[in-house]
C-alpha cells in the first residue's frame, strides 16, 4: 500500500495592536458597539485617500528582524479585488508582488527535535469588516469596525509535516509576536488566525500534490484536529484511486470534518494591481537599524542563556521563556535570590499552577518576585519548614501580604530549639514503643513514620534536619 507524507504551509493573519487602523484614524479597539469605528475612509466612500500608519510598518519589520527575514528596500501595496458584502471598496489593499519582508524562518521544538520553517514572506494587509448572522431569521448584518484594522501576514514554505508540527509552529509564532509587543496572540477575538493548506505526496517524491486549503480554524487544537482529518480524507481519496480537488474548506468544530466551500482562488483572479492612492514604501537601512537595536533579547537567545548562565535544564529554560512577562519575573527573583534552579522549581511549580488555577497572566500575579525570593530566602535560612513554605505561598497569594508578615502573625516560624525538639522526639519514642522495637529489629524504614509523627507533635513547625539527627541518636 503506498504511503503518503502530508506537506503542509500555512498562512497566519495576526492583527497588530496599533492604536489605529492601518490607512486612517479609527479606532482599532474590540468589542465597540457595530459600526461605531468607522470613518469615511474605511467605509470605501468615493474621493477618500488612504494615509499608511507609520507604526504598522516599523511593528511588521520587527517582526520580520526577529524571524531572520530580509526587508526589501521598496515594497509596494496592491489591490486585491473581490466581492464580498463585509468588503466595502470591492477591493483589499494587501501587498502582492513586491512584499515588506521575505525568506527568512522560524526554529521551533517538536518531540525534542528542533524543526525550522521556512518563511516565504511576511506582508502588510488591511482586514474586512464582519458579517453578524441572525440565528432566528435569514438576515446577516454588516459591521465594518475591523475593516480596516491592520494585519501582517506571514506565509511559510511548506515546510510542515505533521499537525502537531503545525501547532508547535503556530504556539512559536504567537510566543514572539506577543514577546516583540506587537499584538496579542488573542485568537478567540479574531487577532490571531491561520489557513492552512495540506497536501499528501507518495513518500520519498518532492512532487507537490494538489492541495487543499482549510478556512475556519480558530484555535491551535482545531488546527491540529482539521489537519488530522483532512491527511486522513485526503489519503483515503488517493487510494482508491481518487483525485484530490483544489478547494477551500472550511473546518466544522462540532462534527470534525472538513467540509467544501468553494474552489480555490489563483493570484489572478484577485486581479492585483498597484495600489494608485499610496506611494512605493521605502525602507533606508538606517530605519531598519533603528528599529534593531530597539529589539528585546528574542526567546531563543534568553532561552540558551538561562541553560548557560543559570544552568537551568532545557525544559525549565523552555518553559520560563514562554512569554517575556515569566522570563522577567524569573530573572527578577534570581537577582534577590541567587539560587535559580530552585527559584524555577517553585515558579513552574506553586506559582504557575496557582495562574493557571485563577486563569491570571503573570503580569497579574498577586504573589510578586520580591516576595517569593522573600520566602525563599526564609526557607533557605530555616525560619520555616518546606511544607509551611508552601503554606505561607498560599496565604500570600490570597491576602497579598509579605511572608515575614504572615509569618510573624501566625506563629509559623520553625522550631530549631534542639531542647524543645528532643523533648518532641522522647515523647513520641514513648507513645510508640511497638514502632521503636521493630525499628530497632532492621526495620529502618520507620524512620518517616517517627520523623512525621514528631512533625505533627511540633504543628509541623520542627526543623526537619534536626528531628533527623536526634531521632538517628535516640533510636541507635
Excluded at 478547494?247 to 467540509?259: A, H, N, S
Excluded at 508552601?390 to 516560624?413: H, Y
Aim: charged content about 25%; aromatic content about 6%; proline content about 6%.
Amino acid at each position: 500500500m503506498t504511503q503518503f507524507e502530508p506537506v503542509i504551509g500555512l498562512e497566519v493573519h495576526a492583527q497588530l495592536k496599533t492604536e489605529t487602523k492601518i490607512f486612517c484614524g479609527c479606532s482599532t479597539r474590540f468589542g465597540a458597539p457595530p459600526n461605531s469605528h468607522t470613518c469615511p475612509v474605511c467605509l470605501g466612500m468615493p474621493g477618500v485617500l488612504p494615509t499608511l500608519n507609520k507604526t504598522v510598518v516599523e511593528y511588521t519589520m520587527r517582526m520580520a528582524l526577529a524571524t531572520k527575514c530580509r526587508i526589501a528596500p521598496v515594497s509596494r501595496f496592491a489591490r486585491k479585488n473581490y466581492f464580498y458584502p463585509d468588503l466595502p471598496k470591492g477591493y483589499q489593499i494587501s501587498q502582492y508582488e513586491l512584499p515588506i519582508a521575505e525568506a527568512g524562518h522560524v526554529d521551533t521544538v517538536v518531540d525534542d527535535r528542533v524543526v525550522r520553517i521556512g518563511l516565504t514572506r511576511i506582508h502588510m494587509e488591511e482586514d474586512a469588516g464582519k458579517l453578524v448572522h441572525d440565528p432566528r431569521r435569514p438576515v446577516s448584518f454588516v459591521d465594518l469596525n475591523r475593516a480596516g484594522v491592520p494585519l501582517m501576514e506571514i506565509v511559510s514554505e511548506p515546510d510542515l509535516r505533521s499537525p502537531e508540527e503545525a501547532g508547535a509552529y503556530l504556539r512559536t509564532l504567537r510566543t514572539i509576536i506577543r514577546w516583540i509587543d506587537i499584538g496579542d496572540g488573542n485568537m478567540e477575538e479574531g487577532s490571531f488566525r491561520c489557513d492552512a493548506n495540506v497536501s499528501l505526496r507518495p513518500e520519498g517524491s518532492t512532487t507537490l500534490g494538489t492541495r487543499t486549503e482549510i478556512k475556519n480554524l480558530n484555535s491551535f487544537k482545531n488546527v491540529e484536529k482539521a489537519l488530522r482529518y483532512e491527511i486522513v480524507r485526503q489519503g483515503e481519496i488517493l487510494r482508491e484511486g481518487g483525485a484530490i480537488v483544489q478547494e477551500t474548506r472550511l473546518w466544522d468544530p462540532d462534527k470534525g470534518v472538513t467540509v467544501s466551500m468553494r474552489g480555490k482562488e489563483e493570484a489572478h483572479d484577485y486581479r492585483y494591481f498597484p495600489d494608485p492612492d499610496l506611494l512605493p514604501l521605502e525602507i533606508d537601512s538606517q530605519w531598519v537599524e533603528a528599529v534593531r537595536s530597539a529589539l528585546p533579547e528574542l526567546p531563543d537567545a534568553r532561552r540558551a542563556r538561562f541553560v548557560d548562565r543559570y544552568r537551568l535544564p532545557d525544559y525549565d529554560a523552555a518553559l520560563l521563556t514562554t512569554s517575556r512577562e515569566l522570563a522577567d519575573y524569573f530573572e527578577a527573583c534570581v537577582a534577590l535570590y541567587d539560587q535559580p534552579k530552585v527559584v524555577s522549581n517553585w515558579i513552574m511549580g506553586p506559582l504557575l499552577g496557582l495562574l493557571n488555577a485563577r486563569d491570571l497572566a503573570i503580569d497579574a500575579t498577586p504573589v510578586s518576585a520580591a516576595d517569593l525570593a522573600a520566602l525563599l530566602r526564609l526557607l533557605d535560612e530555616g525560619v520555616i519548614s518546606n511544607k509551611i513554605a508552601k503554606a505561607v505561598f498560599d496565604e500570600m497569594a490570597a491576602s497579598g501580604q509579605s511572608p515575614a508578615e504572615i509569618i510573624k502573625a501566625k506563629g509559623l516560624s520553625q522550631v530549631s530549639d534542639g531542647d524543645a525538639i528532643e523533648q518532641a522526639v522522647d515523647g513520641v519514642l514513648a507513645a510508640n514503643p511497638d514502632e521503636v522495637a521493630r525499628y530497632k529489629a532492621g526495620q529502618t524504614k520507620l524512620m518517616g513514620f517517627f520523623v512525621g509523627q514528631v512533625m505533627k507533635a511540633t504543628g509541623g513547625k520542627a526543623n526537619p534536619k534536626m528531628v533527623n539527627q536526634i531521632l538517628g541518636r535516640k533510636l541507635q
